[in-house]
């Protein structure tokens, strides 16, 4: 029986080099389709960026797919098929019709891996039907900087909380047979630290320690690698002065020859190109390329036959040995064999109309929009809402657009997108006898009709007022928003306008009992929302089932969601996280936090609709030694009178250590469900493998000495006997 890698190498045996320069070589869609089949035809591009238009309905995509495929496979000379990818974060989102699920922020607030695979399972059931294989996936940055506008895509702060998601969402997408019709492979981003840039500013510099990098950035893409991701793409910043896109040291040294990586690595879009560019460490495009291609680059998805020619003239002067070029064409062959294609790269374009955007599919995204809500403030116990009021009034920008909930790479062409409003969900979930009053009141930057809301306001029962910002902010995305650079969203600025803080005042007022729903992917500085309106409820970006939100508000579901993420007090408060450093000079109350690091809202909060008590922290064992592991119980009670879901967190502080070590950092969390009246156990394990200091070389020792573990208030301490590495 002849094996893949004998029919990888007898295929390389029989390819040209432009044939397997066509491999490392992608394009994305073209309005003119016979360009396209030129560059696949003609040019031998390997693959194809196939989100968004043109034709971007389920049936229309599946036969461009399929078409795609046919050129491929039938007018080449070898017959080598297609690797389709888009970008595909929370869900198909670029296709009309698709179940757009919460962004990554979101996810995490539910503190669910379970769920989140089920979500990357269900994403890769509708990107396969409609002819794709393979989606940018998951996002493993952590977010260090509020103002960094894609924060809304990563899984928060805490670097153990981003493995554990990680993890997840590789194990959802790949599943255990990638030619399956559930599978597709995963791209674990942006390798090795994108999130905390100079100023926030999107790809600029990371001007971090090596000690902060591997301790904190670098984890969960070590927990994406061991669960198996298939591909990796690299960040667009320099680290150390290098552009990770032309970083031998990075690409090669870290990611393979450290890490044990073997997948592809996938450049980001026009990423090689900014070496020269942007970055100015080359002077060409075809330096460039090269750059990137001798650093460790597989896969170079955007420059089509112009990237083609100029990497087969590389090669023909001598300048990159074709042997390099065979090993990226060996790993782009080997996912397409894993992927099934060479057996059947076709899809049946009937199912994909009936696959996108299913019931099935459409429950598992309301489930983890529900469970990803986070109650933030809850006066006075304003909510639930009761749905048999007289009247309700909804006003607020984010109310009725659905473009607001599906945040970025989404399809935001679609006259009629999958899904509802939280306008529409209000409606639908009150009493048949209640009036529902929606008046918009502002957009996003300007007032609309602020007097109006505050009329309805004064004759409303209770006044729900939606807030936020459209998409996220970074700077090669402004003119997708369609808005001028110094309006907000804009990175300098967390605060809301004016105009929307107009808006909740105007409506607060009144006196009518008012809830603020925060709509957006960043977290936003609100300090007079925080202290004066009584319910406040963080919906994040939840997809396309906005009717999550409605289920939270009247009381149909008890939210559980927490903060992946702190929420700052103003932007003069930045950096503000829960695992920051202590200082040399700690000022203030003894015990106090630094004032920098006091948040309007800290990392892990969120309230619920009952009430959870936590009994004292039980050790197995007070003292561990090399490989051994002490299991933390702790018991959560519910003394409410409604049912609920609640995620237990523990932290861990290293008390006495050669390196400085952060005041606590996340070492576990496990989210159970308590009725009435009952209570459960929660069983955390903690390894003294999990407990070493990084050092700047990456070598990890645990060392001897006391660790404190807490949660919810409660702690305990045990000891490690000795050192060892």
Request: net charge negative; aromatic share 6%.
């Amino acid at each position: 029986m002849v094996t893949q890698s004998q029919r990888i190498a007898e295929l390389l045996d029989e390819m040209t080099l432009r044939e397997k320069v066509g491999q490392m070589v992608g394009t994305p869609p073209h309005a003119d389709l016979s360009e396209l089949w030129s560059e696949i035809r003609d040019h031998h591009v390997g693959s194809v960026h196939f989100g968004g238009t043109p034709h971007n309905t389920p049936r229309a995509k599946a036969e461009m797919a399929n078409e795609a495929q046919r050129v491929a496979v039938e007018e080449s000379r070898l017959g080598i098929p297609l690797f389709l990818r888009v970008m595909a974060e929370h869900g198909h989102a670029a296709i009309a019709g698709s179940t757009v699920f919460p962004q990554q922020l979101g996810l995490a607030a539910t503190r669910n891996p379970d769920l989140v695979s089920e979500v990357a399972r269900t994403a890769a059931r509708e990107m396969r039907a409609t002819g794709v294989q393979s989606t940018s996936s998951p996002i493993g940055d952590v977010a260090r900087d509020q103002r960094w506008g894609r924060i809304a895509e990563t899984f928060g702060e805490s670097p153990y909380l981003a493995a554990r998601m990680v993890e997840a969402m590789v194990d959802g997408y790949q599943g255990e047979d990638l030619s399956a019709d559930d599978a597709v492979l995963a791209v674990t981003k942006h390798f090795p630290m994108y999130s905390e840039p100079v100023r926030g500013e999107d790809a600029a510099p990371n001007e971090v320690s090596e000690y902060t990098f591997r301790r904190v950035h670098l984890p969960p893409y070590v927990a994406g690698i061991e669960a198996g991701t298939g591909g990796v793409m690299p960040c667009y910043n320099a680290i150390n002065g290098e552009p990770v896109h032309g970083s031998r040291r990075v690409l090669t040294g870290l990611l393979r020859e450290e890490l044990g990586f073997d997948g592809f690595a996938l450049a980001d879009y026009r990423g090689a190109e900014d070496l020269h560019r942007a970055h100015g460490t080359s002077g060409s495009l075809e330096e460039s390329l090269w750059q990137a291609i001798t650093a460790g680059m597989d896969i170079l998805p955007s420059g089509g036959s112009e990237y083609t020619d100029a990497i087969v003239g590389l090669v023909e002067d001598g300048e990159l040995s074709e042997r390099r070029v065979e090993e990226s064409a060996r790993r782009v062959l080997e996912a397409k064999f894993e992927l099934g294609l060479f057996e059947d790269p076709y899809v049946d374009v009937d199912e994909a109309p009936a696959v996108l955007g299913n019931d099935d599919h459409r429950e598992v995204a309301r489930d983890v929009a529900r469970q990803s809500q986070t109650l933030l403030k809850n006066e006075d116990d304003v909510l639930p809402l009761s749905p048999d009021q007289e009247e309700v009034l909804v006003a607020g920008p984010t109310a009725d657009d659905i473009a607001y909930q599906h945040g970025g790479w989404g399809n935001v062409e679609d006259p009629e997108p999958l899904g509802d409003t939280v306008l529409d969900a209000v409606e639908s979930t009150v009493d048949a006898d209640t009036t529902v009053t929606y008046e918009q009141g502002t957009g996003i930057n300007d007032r609309v009709d602020v007097d109006a809301a505050r009329r309805a306001a004064e004759t409303a029962d209770s006044a729900v007022v939606c807030l936020g910002e459209p998409d996220y902010v970074h700077e090669f995305a402004r003119s997708t928003l369609g808005e001028d650079a110094d309006e907000f969203p804009k990175r300098t600025q967390l605060t809301l306008p004016e105009a929307q803080r107009e808006l909740v005042r105007a409506v607060h007022e009144t006196g009518t009992p008012t809830v603020a729903v925060f709509v957006t992917g960043r977290v936003l500085a609100t300090p007079w929302v925080a202290e004066h309106v009584p319910g406040i409820l963080l919906s994040y970006q939840p997809g396309s089932e906005g009717g999550a939100v409605a289920d939270v508000l009247f009381g149909e579901s008890n939210p559980s969601g927490r903060l992946p993420v702190s929420v700052p007090k103003s932007e003069a408060h930045l950096p503000t996280r829960f695992n920051y450093l202590p200082h040399a000079r700690h000022h203030g109350a003894e015990g106090s936090h630094v004032d920098s690091y006091d948040p309007l809202f800290e990392y892990g909060h969120g309230l619920s609709y009952t009430e959870f008590r936590y009994e004292d922290i039980e050790l197995s064992t007070t003292e561990i030694g090399p490989g051994g592991t002490v299991e933390v119980d702790v018991t959560v009670a519910n003394a409410g009178d409604r049912a609920g879901a609640t995620p237990v967190e523990l932290f861990v502080r290293d008390v006495l250590s050669s390196r400085v070590t952060p005041v606590r950092e996340l070492a576990g969390f496990d989210r159970v469900r308590v009725d009435p009246g009952e209570q459960e156990g929660v069983r955390f394990a903690i390894h003294a493998e999990d407990l070493a200091v990084t050092d700047p070389d990456g070598t990890h020792v645990v060392e001897p000495g006391t660790f404190e573990v807490a949660v919810e208030g409660h702690s305990a301490e045990f000891e490690v006997s000795r050192r060892y590495s």
